[in-house]
């Protein structure tokens, strides 16, 4: 029984008719249709020609019409072997029959609005075909694999993109351009979204799409704290016109992590939270968090304890399909389960897959994702207690996976006395935020920070940006 998929015929002509007789709409038609919204065969070759003549000077596309059409497809669609003419593809009776298709193209964005449409409903019959033959050919797969690939198929058909397609140098070049233009004529000056932090802003030019950022100290650093600031900044910030991040938290419960939240917005001391020992004053403070400035925050919590990268993802996708995920936080790496995939392996071959796992996602989804890791204790042992890249626990790739990754470091957290403060009593302790590496820019130096342990709150200091001193053997 031979398949019969939705198409639109007439939609195909007219649309095509439209260009032919007003030609300045062929950006326009090039714009919004791709060769696959076209299900007649005939049409495909058109479309490829009206493609190529785009890419020539403007004044060979003055006049588009049956003999300019065919004489391009002659040129396009006589292969080397001679086997195909253009008569063989498309007779010029044909576009002349196109040409009388319409008398006018005051319809245009109809017949565009028809045909994608329906070439939706064709795209998503075929993904649904692909899904049940993974699904029946290969006995040995599991149902989160399944279930895998199959919300793979759907988030790529969700956004326009098609498995295994290639990009040409010149519509890359266009993005790019049309990406720098919306940034100069913004008032946001970064290519990704704003930390809040200026001088954070400027090393990495705000958190870009796709980029897998590593955020790593030992324990009691600060790093969960520093990696609400930056979640509630990026919320927060009006310049990222209210992103939705995504917060898994594997080892704090959401309540705690909220609790966090309310002392840096509210400078509410955290003891007095988790003890409920608030005055009036913080009463008033806590409220006004409550009813003003928590408002428009797109957080979204995840306390699962048990998670795996693939639940991590299943859950990410789902965001992203119903159009509301910006970015994703995980805190923390180390405690991200293995998979199926790596049963049975150690746990440096665990975390590879991990770390893979997330740039991977990161890329599919478009979107940034900071992920809290941990350093071995070597970094104690030494004498200047400088984390290094080589310090991150478990594995290697974590580092080449990465596109940046930032190191909190606080000599005060070593030199304690049983006299010092820093960090409490409202005496902030300075912490080092070491760019340790930046595959789109600058590395190599650190920014520092007055780390407020009692608010959980960490506050760029003024022009402190400094590139580590260099050390003699």
Do not use: C
Not at 30 to 49: P, R, T
Not at 412 to 419: E, G, I, R
């Amino acid at each position: 029984m031979t398949k019969k998929y939705p198409s639109h015929i007439e939609a195909e002509k007219s649309v095509i008719s439209s260009v032919m007789w007003e030609p300045k709409l062929l950006g326009h038609f090039l714009d919004k249709l791709n060769i696959d919204d076209f299900f007649i065969d005939k049409h495909v070759y058109i479309y490829q020609s009206l493609k190529s003549l785009s890419n020539k000077n403007v004044k060979e596309i003055i006049n588009l019409d049956p003999v300019t059409i065919y004489s391009e497809l002659e040129k396009t669609y006589i292969d080397s072997k001679k086997t195909k003419t253009a008569s063989s593809v498309v007779n010029i009776e044909y576009l002349q029959e196109i040409y009388n298709e319409i008398t006018s193209t005051s319809y245009f964005d109809t017949y565009v609005e028809l045909l994608k449409d329906v070439s939706l409903k064709r795209k998503l019959i075929k993904t649904a075909e692909e899904i049940i033959e993974e699904g029946t050919t290969k006995e040995d797969i599991s149902s989160n694999e399944y279930l895998d690939f199959a919300e793979k198929r759907l988030l790529e058909l969700s956004s326009g993109k098609s498995r295994g397609e290639f990009s040409k140098i010149n519509d890359i070049v266009k993005e790019i351009y049309s990406k720098s233009e919306k940034i100069i004529n913004s008032n946001h000056a970064l290519e990704g979204l704003s930390t809040g932090y200026t001088r954070l802003d400027k090393a990495l030019n705000g958190l870009g799409s796709g980029h897998l950022i590593i955020l790593a100290s030992r324990p009691g650093m600060g790093k969960t704290a520093f990696a609400l600031n930056l979640a509630l900044n990026v919320a927060a910030t009006e310049l990222n016109k209210k992103p939705t991040i995504a917060f898994f938290s594997l080892e704090m419960s959401n309540e705690e992590l909220v609790k966090r939240m309310i002392s840096m917005l509210g400078g509410i001391e955290n003891h007095k939270l988790r003890g409920a020992y608030l005055n009036a004053d913080d009463w008033t403070s806590f409220r006004e968090v409550r009813d003003s400035r928590i408002q428009g925050i797109n957080i979204l919590f995840d306390e699962s304890n048990s998670s795996t990268i693939e639940d991590i993802r299943a859950k990410s996708r789902q965001l992203k399909l119903n159009g509301s995920l910006d970015m994703v936080v995980i805190d923390y790496l180390g405690l991200i389960n293995g998979s199926r995939e790596t049963k049975g392996q150690n746990r440096q071959v665990e975390v590879s897959h991990i770390s893979r796992s997330l740039k991977s996602m990161a890329k599919e989804l478009k979107i940034p994702i900071l992920a809290v890791a941990q350093l071995n204790r070597k970094v104690d042992d030494t004498d200047d207690k400088e984390p290094k890249l080589t310090d991150l626990r478990d594995s290697g790739s974590i580092e080449q996976d990465a596109d940046v990754v930032l190191f909190l470091n606080r000599q005060d957290y070593y030199n304690k006395t049983k006299d010092d403060v820093s960090g409490t009593e409202g005496k902030p302790s300075v912490t080092q935020l070491i760019l340790a590496k930046n595959r789109h820019g600058g590395a190599g130096f650190f920014i520092e920070y007055q780390f407020y342990k009692q608010y959980s709150q960490f506050i760029e200091m003024e022009a402190r940006i400094k590139a580590p001193e260099n050390k003699t053997n």
